[in-house]
Nanobody, 125 residues
Framework: QLQLVESGGGLVQPGGSLSLSCTASGFTADYYAIGWFRQAPGKGREGVSCISSTGSITKYTDSVKGRFTISRDNAKNTVLLQMNNLKPEDTAVYYC??????????????????WGRGTQVTVSS
């Protein structure tokens, strides 16, 4: 079993930055790819970014390219999502999730078997 816990959410002004952290635990935590997803009120859950188990592959949805950066430290069982130049449309609950890889379906929630409980990110002036 893989357990995931998100932290780092909060309220930030447009143009500001936040860093989200996903801490993983379990027997084979560093075996899994980790993805970040978000869900805004009244909308479906969408894939934001994905990083492979070794960190050699990263993917981003188009709306966050150039603004968000995903990284991982397997020694600390942690995946970070650095979010810069935040926009009001980035407001959502952010979840991290575990899967077997960042393939062509990385952005699909159904591709992930393990989920954290989420952390709220609000971008507002």
């Amino acid at each position: 079993q893989l357990q995931l816990v998100e932290s780092g959410g909060g309220l930030v002004q447009p143009g500001g930055s936040l860093s989200l952290s996903c801490t993983a635990s379990g027997f084979t935590a560093d075996y899994y790819a980790i993805g970040w997803f978000r869900q805004a009120p009244g909308k479906g859950r969408e894939g934001v970014s994905c990083i492979s188990s070794t960190g050699s592959i990263t993917k981003y949805t188009d709306s966050v390219k150039g603004r968000f950066t995903i990284s991982r430290d397997n020694a600390k069982n942690t995946v970070l999502l650095q979010m810069n130049n935040l926009k009001p449309e980035d407001t959502a609950v952010y979840y991290c999730a575990g899967s077997l890889g960042c393939g062509s379906t990385w952005h699909l929630p159904s591709n992930n078997n393990y989920w954290g409980r989420g952390t709220q990110v609000t971008v507002s002036s």
